[in-house]
């Protein structure tokens, strides 16, 4: 009688090649995950970011919406301290 070592389930080869068959898979959705982020990164506006220096110069919209009236001449002095007075505190 032949006694069969593996009792009919996987040898050493059959576990291998499931251990490199796994890693392979796991590296195709490691690569495709990193191509998804990449192309998402590339859609994304390049405005400036937070934490940047350019973004803090720049007012929010109320403020220079303001500012354009005043030099445009649409409002007064006092008119546009009391109205920037106004938006500065609501935020």
């Given at each position: 009688m032949i006694h069969q070592w593996h009792h009919g389930g996987?040898?050493?080869w059959g576990y291998g090649l499931a251990v490199l068959l796994?890693?392979?898979v796991?590296?195709?959705v490691a690569l495709l995950a990193v191509l998804v982020y990449h192309q998402a990164a590339d859609r994304r506006p390049a405005g400036p970011r937070a934490g940047d220096p350019e973004a803090s110069e720049q007012r929010p919209a109320p403020e220079r919406l303001l500012a354009e009236r005043y030099a445009?001449?649409?409002i007064e002095d006092e008119e546009?301290?009391?109205r920037l007075a106004v938006l500065r505190h609501r935020e």
């Open positions: 996987m040898n050493g796994l890693i392979a796991l590296a195709g445009l001449g649409e546009y301290r009391r």
